[in-house]
DNA sequence: ACAATAGGGATTTTT
DNA sequence: TCCCTATTGT
C-alpha cells in the first residue's frame, strides 16, 4: 500500500492530520460528519505502511464496542489483512485485558468477575440492608450513582471528607462496605476496571514502563467522552518516547452528566505538549441550511474551542417546524410525513424519528402501528441484560466457578426449588463465619438442616454438581444448551404466562446460537467460557437480531444517535422543559449540554430536517401547556421553514374515525387469543402471538407467514379469525 | 410461592 | 399515565 492510497480519498485537513509529524501529540476536532473514522483509520495505516510502526506498538481506544469493531474492520479491509492482535478496544476492555493479564500485580484472582450496574445495585442494595442503612432516606440508585461517581474521579472512599454531610456521609460508609466486599469476592464494576487498571500502572513502574516503551501510538477516539480517569489513564501512559492521537468534537459532548469532562479536550492543549490541533470543518453529510442551521444554534455556547462545518453539497430544503397541538398530533404529522416519503420509495431506515427521552416513543408507536410502518424502537433492555439472560449466565458462572457468589445469590433458588430465605441466611452466616464461599458453605451446612430445606439445598448442590461433570468435555454452546435445560429455565420460561409471546423462551434459544457464534481469543488468558462470559459483561448488546431492521423506521433517544446518520430525520419534541429538559433548565452549564445535545440531533440528518413540538402535551397523567424550544428560536428564520397548519385529521375526523372502526373488532371478541390464526388484507396470514389491552386499544402481536412479526392495533389492523 | 395491590417516581445510559 | 418495587394476603 503506498501513501496516494492512503491519502487518494481525503481532503487537505484529512491528509495533514493522517501525515502529521511523528513528533507531536495531536488533537484532531472533528466536527460532525467529518470523517474522523476515515482519519483515525487512515492514520494508523499511514503509520503501519509508511513509518514501519508495528501493529504491535499501536494502541487504539474508543468507548464503545460498536465503534471499535468498525475500527477493526476498515483497518483489516485498509491493511489487507487480520488484525487479531492488535489492541484495539474500550477503555473498559482494554483495561479488562491488561487487569487478566497481570492479575497478580492488580490483586485479583485469576477468575475475577466483572458486575455489570444490576449486580452492582444488588449488592449494594444488599449491604444496606445488612448495615441497616434506611433505604428510603438513602435511594440504593443514589448510593450507587455516588460510588460510580466517585471511581470515575478516582477518588476511593479513603480520600472523600463527608464533612457534615449526612448522605455523603452514609455514602462514603456504604462505598467502604462495597469495596470490601468486592475485595473479599473478587469482584470488579465497570469503573473499577479503569481505576484499577490505572492503580495497577501507576504503582507498577515496570509495567507502565512496558506498555509505554510498547505503545509507541496510542489514539483516542471521541475524546470530549473522557471522564476523570480515563483522561489521567491516557496520561500515565504517554510518555517522552510515545505520542497520542485524539479525536474529537467538543460541540458534541452530551455525556457530562455521566461524569465526561469537556475540559479534558482543552487540557489536552496544555497537557500533551508539542500538540497541533487541527480542525476537520468539511461535512460529508448534511445538506447547506441544516449546517447553517446548527452552527448558529450552537454559536449561543460559551467556551468552545471554535468550529464552523460547511459543505460544497447545496442548501438544500429548508428546516420544516411543525408546530402541533398536541403529541397526538405531532405524532400524526411526523408519522404521515413518513408515509408520504415512502410512497416516494424511500426506504423506511433512512428515516428516523429522535427525541429527548424515551416515554415520547409511544405516541409514534402507535400511530405507525397504525399506518402498519414497520418500526424498530432502540433503547431499553439489551441481550445480556434480560433477567433470563442472566439468569442462564449465572448458572454458567456457578458451573465454571463455584465461588461466584453473585452468580449464586441469583439462581440458588430460581426457578424456585423450595430454598428460602432462612436457608439462604444461615449458608450466608456460614460462609462469613468460615471465610468460604456459598456454594462450598452450602455443601457444609446441609446436614445440619431441617429435612425439608436440607433436602432442597442437596438437590440444588447435586444440579450445579451434575452439570458441571456433565459439560466437562462439551463446547461452550453445547454447555449453554444443556444449562438451560438442566436448569429448569427452559421449563419455567415455557410455563410463563406472562410471556405470552414466548420471547423469553426464544431469548434462552438466541443464547445458545450467540454462544456459538462467539470466537474466542486464542491468545486470551482466559478458557473460553469465562472469555464468553467477561464479554457479555463487556458488551451486553449480543444477540440481537438485526434481520429486519433496515425495513424499519428508526426511533430512539438523541444520546443513542450520536455516530449515526439519516437521511431523514424528525427531531421530536421540541419544547422548554422538555428539550432543554426541565432538570437543566436552571443551570447554564447544563443548558449548554442540552444545546449540544440538540447540536448532535440536527447534525444526524443527511438530506431533510423536520423539528416538531406540541403546544399541549399529556406526560405524567396530566396534559401541560409547553412553550416551543428555546433551541428553536437560535435557529434564523432564514433557515426555517415554518409549519403551524394543522396536518391530516381534525379532531372530529379522529372521533368519527374511531366510531367507525369499534364495530369491527367487538370488545367481547373470544376469538382473539395465543395461537390463534388470522388473515390480514396487507400482510398475509399470521398468528396470533400475544396481545394486551382492552377493546379498542387491544393491541395484537402477530407473527406473519411472510411479513415478519408485528405489533398492530386490532381496531385498525382489520384482522380476519380463519 | 405467587398473585393482587398499593405507592412512588418518571431525562439522557457508550461500559 | 405507566412502570417498577415493596408489601400483603392466600
Known sequence: MNLSEILGDLNDKQSQSVILDNNKNALILAGAGSGKTRVLTHRI???????????DSILAVTFTNKAALEMRERLSLLLRRPIRSMWVGTFHGISHRMLRTHHIEANLSSQFQILDAQDQFRIIKRLMKENQIDETKYPVKKIQWFINQQKDEGVRPKDIDAGYNYFVKQSVKVFELYEGHCASNDLIDFAELLLRSYDLLKLNSDLLSHYQERFQHILVDEFQDTNTIQYKWIKLLSSKQ????????????????????IDNIHKLEKDFTPIQTIRLEQNYRSTGNILSASNALITNNKSRLGKSLWTDSGD?????????????????????SIQTLLNDNIMARNCAILYRSNAQSRAFEERLIKYNIPYIIYGGLRFFERAEIKDAMCYLRLIENSSDNVAFERIVNFPTRGIGNATIEKIREFAANNGTNLFQSSVSIISSLPTRAANSLDGFVKLIENMRDASQNLNLSEKVALLIKDSGLIYHFSNDKTDKAGSKKENLEELIATAKRYIHDEESDLSETLGFISQATLDSSGGDDNTNTNKCVQLMTIHSAKGLEFPYVFLAGMEEDLFPSRQSKDEPRLIDEERRLCYVGMTRAMKKLTLSYAIKRFLHGQSIYAYPSRFIDEIPQHYKNSIKQKFGLSENDYKSNNSKNQNIFPESDSQLSVGANVKHAKFGYGT????????????????FKKAGTKWLISSYANLEFV
Open 45 to 55: 495505516a499511514y503509520l503501519v505502511t509508511q513509518n514501519s510502526v508495528n501493529t
Open 242 to 261: 510515545n505520542r497520542v492521537f485524539c479525536v474529537g468534537d467538543d460541540d458534541q459532548s452530551i455525556y457530562g452528566w455521566r461524569g465526561a469532562k
Open 316 to 336: 438544500g430544503e429548508k428546516i420544516d417546524v411543525y408546530e402541533a397541538r398536541t403529541e397526538i398530533d405531532e405524532s400524526d404529522y411526523v408519522v404521515s
Open 688 to 703: 396470533v402471538l400475544n396481545f394486551e389491552g382492552k377493546g379498542d386499544s387491544t393491541r395484537v402481536q402477530i407473527k
